[in-house]
């Protein structure tokens, strides 16, 4: 064990602060990372405020983590000693059960160990993320960068990217389709940035009338504010799919109005209570409203290949960790354009 510089949280009213932790000697299956970028996601936010009622403190938020590998163990040949890796938001599970077996370890039967805030199946005690020097990850769960991507830019793939890619994928949006992202934040912008790059015709859905310009410069041949009911009238029972980031319960009732005949909203968002549905917002249509949860390690490295042969990257702001607080604050008004990213040279050299 060996420890390191982080930052923590160690309740939920507190703000971030320095921490010290320990991280485990290198395994035989084993990469260590030096972690230069990480993602602020805003599932970090909410885990630091315990709005899912099952955070352990003290909570070392991130997984969005780009790094070199600096150390690897004597059964790993996939990696070498200055490889560029990402971590998401899994770094272990059973790899034995249905879901494992079909590549869905998010889903693993036994429990998937998530980066932050998941019992260490190694080490005792919980998971630690990726606002830290370093992560040592078993090598199932460590992903290759394509070295044409800008890496900073590249550490929001590992959760924003592959959370929007993955329903998009499973759900098989096609060339043509008509297809709406919820909210522009973290992930509404990659879901923007990957429906338009599977040739979709791609309608930002959003609150802020203030990003209708960015929405296009992203990828959104439309734009639709989502209080004005005019123009929700005027899309209704027109779209193939619809992508729902809102973080917070609301009323879906106005969105599923916007669904074609047989078409199905994802939840991706909204990890709580949402508002009651109106069993003829589904009934009228045979609609569906389904949710996802990020994405599998091999769905993963596949959303990372087709954004190195695609060059999709997020649009970022650079913090650094000593900033993190006030980017937090900012993230809670929707005020970022649309990933911050901690360059984590600013807490080695602290
Ligand atoms: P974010 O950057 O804060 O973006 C959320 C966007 O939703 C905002 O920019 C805003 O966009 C819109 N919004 C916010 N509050 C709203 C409200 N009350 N009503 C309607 N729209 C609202 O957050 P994020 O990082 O993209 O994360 C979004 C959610 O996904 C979080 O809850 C996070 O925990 C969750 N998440 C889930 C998964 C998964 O696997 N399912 C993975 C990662 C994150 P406009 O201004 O455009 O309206
Ligand atoms: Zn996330």
């Not at 992203?218 to 209080?227: N, Q, T």
């Amino acid at each position: 064990m060996k420890k390191i510089k982080a930052y923590a949280a160690d309740s939920k009213d507190a703000d971030l602060k320095p921490y010290e932790i320990e991280r485990r000697a290198t395994l035989e299956d084993d990469v260590k990372i030096d972690i230069l970028y990480c993602g602020v996601c805003h599932s970090d936010l909410h885990q630091v405020r315990n709005d899912w009622k099952n955070s352990v403190y003290p909570v070392v938020p991130g997984h969005e983590i780009i790094g070199k590998v600096l150390e690897v163990g004597k059964g790993v040949s996939k990696f070498k000693v200055g490889d560029l890796v990402g971590v998401g938001c899994l770094v272990d599970s059973c790899q034995t059960c249905s879901a494992c077996k079909d590549d869905l370890e998010q889903f693993c039967e036994k429990g998937a160990t998530f980066t932050y805030n998941s019992e260490d199946k190694h080490s005792g005690g919980h998971t630690f993320g990726g606002y830290s020097e370093s992560v040592t990850v078993n090598k199932e769960f460590v992903l290759k960068v394509p070295e044409n991507l800008d890496a900073k830019a590249a550490a929001p793939l590992l959760c924003a990217g592959i959370t929007t890619y993955s329903p998009l994928a499973h759900w098989g949006v096609k060339k043509g389709d008509k297809v709406g992202v919820i909210g522009l934040g973290g992930l509404g912008h990659m879901g923007v940035k990957f429906a338009h790059a599977m040739g979709a015709h791609t309608v930002m859905i959003t609150t802020s009338p203030s990003k209708s310009e960015d929405a296009k410069k992203l990828g959104a041949d439309e734009v639709l504010i989502s209080k004005d009911q005019e123009q929700m009238k005027k899309h209704a029972n027109s779209f193939d799919f619809l992508l729902n980031t809102i973080p917070v319960g609301h009323d879906m009732n106005p969105y599923a109005a916007l669904l074609k005949r047989d078409s199905t909203m994802v939840i991706v968002g909204a990890v709580e209570p949402l508002d009651p549905l109106h069993g003829g917002s589904l009934i009228m249509g045979r609609k569906s409203i389904a949710g996802s949860l990020i994405g599998g390690i091999k769905e993963t490295q596949e959303m990372l290949d087709f954004c190195g042969k695609h060059n999709v990257v997020s649009d970022i702001e650079m913090i650094d960790i000593q900033n993190i607080n006030e980017a937090y604050n900012r993230l809670q008004k929707s005020d970022v354009k649309y990933r911050f990213v901690i360059d984590m040279k600013s807490l080695k050299d602290s």
